[in-house]
């Protein structure tokens, strides 16, 4: 069965976090990518939206981690994704097409029409599933907005929404310590870690994550695919 998939019809189930025993936690890192970041690519403004000294730290150091992708991001990095998935201590899962708010008030994010919000994470999934490796039916809202009727629309797509207990607080972030401070102070056995691999909006998160890696490990905690996390696999 393919990690985080409900049955079609049921309101998804939303998760923050897994069993508090064992020692093991979840990195989830979000690809963002909105039709704005793609034009300041196009334009010039910035560089980059994937931070591949994340991916380097993580595959030397041989660290599992999630990656939530949207499907314009997979779309503008194929390459990109193409390793994530081919990387069998990495997980693929789903946050939207374009970055949209699925509901009012989201960080002022355009918002998606209720009846659009299936379509667009279905066909997310249809982009992210040629490149094979660990697919997973979890799913994340973008700045994390829900509400029932977000919720409810998304029933018939069988996934489970992982919101998370541990925010790094990356996007926009201008110094590094913090981050770190954010992750450290709040990490459990079996917590969901959110942190960003959108390079240009999220500046500091590579020069975070030796640290937080050594903290977890002073710590006693291990890095561990999501869908172990939340299982207690």
């Known amino acids: 069965m393919v990690p985080g998939a409900t049955r079609a019809g049921m309101r998804p189930p939303v998760v923050d976090h897994g069993p508090r025993i064992g020692n093991r936690v979840a990195l989830t890192f979000d690809a963002d990518m909105t039709d704005g970041m793609l034009a ?24 599992p981690a999630t990656f939530f992708l949207t ?19 990495f997980e693929l899962a789903n946050h939207t097409y374009g970055h949209a708010a699925f509901t009012a008030d989201c960080y002022d994010l355009p918002r998606l029409p209720v009846d659009e919000l299936a379509g667009d994470v279905a066909k997310t999934f249809e982009v992210i599933a040629p490149y094979g490796g ?14 029932a009727a977000a919720l409810d629309a998304l029933a018939p797509l069988g996934v489970t929404v992982v919101d998370g207990d ?14 770190v401070r954010a992750v450290l102070d709040h990490v459990r056995p079996g917590s ?16 975070a994550l030796p640290h937080i890696l050594a903290g977890l490990r002073e710590r006693g905690l291990v890095a561990a695919p999501l869908s172990e996390v939340l299982t207690g696999a």
């Open 192 to 207: 969901v870690v959110i942190m960003h691999v959108t390079e240009a909006n999220a500046a500091m998160t590579d020069e």
């Open 134 to 147: 660990r697919q997973t039916r979890y799913f994340r809202f973008p700045g994390l907005c829900h509400d």
């Open 71 to 89: 499907g314009k991001w997979v779309q503008r990095y194929p390459e990109v994704t193409r390793r994530i998935a081919g990387n069998p201590r």
């Open 40 to 63: 300041s690519l196009r334009a010039g403004r910035v560089k980059s939206y994937a931070n591949m000294r994340i991916l380097d730290l993580l595959e030397r150091e041989q660290v």
């Open 166 to 179: 541990v925010v790094s607080g990356d996007p926009f972030a201008t110094a590094w310590k913090p981050l």
